[in-house]
């Protein structure tokens, strides 16, 4: 089963998305950076759901350690940021969803990035 790291501070969109994506794949929550990198220490993940905005390490900063850790799994960037695309562009990512989300848009990144 592939495994999935949402890495979100709202506690209510973590766990819908956990909900929703459950029945097809491990997912593993982490409401800060600094949770999400010692949850890097167990085992990979096949795709990481990150948003931006967090207290303490914030997207920006757990996706700068992952990669300097050598962890190389593709990164959805979701935030409520009208910018979001700039910025994860500017994170060298080129997935992302703004706040709200259409959920069949997400599911179809994640079927493109890791498969069901």
């Known amino acids: ?34 949770e999400a990198l010692a949850e890097l220490t167990h085992a990979p993940f096949d795709l990481v759901l990150l948003d931006l905005r967090m207290p303490g390490l914030d997207g920006r900063g757990f996706l700068y350690e992952m990669r300097r850790r050598n962890e190389h799994a593709p ?15 500017d994170m ?9 989300f259409d959920v069949e848009a997400l599911e179809a990144l994640i079927a493109t990035r890791i498969g069901v």
């Open 1 to 34: 089963m592939k495994r999935l790291l949402i890495v979100d501070d709202d506690l209510e969109i973590s766990r819908r998305l956990s909900a929703l994506l459950e029945d097809r794949y491990e997912v593993i929550r982490a409401t800060t950076g600094f």
């Open 75 to 89: 990164v959805i960037v979701l935030s409520a940021d009208p910018n979001v695309g700039r910025a994860a562009r």
């Open 92 to 100: 060298g990512v080129g997935d992302y969803l703004q706040k709200p």
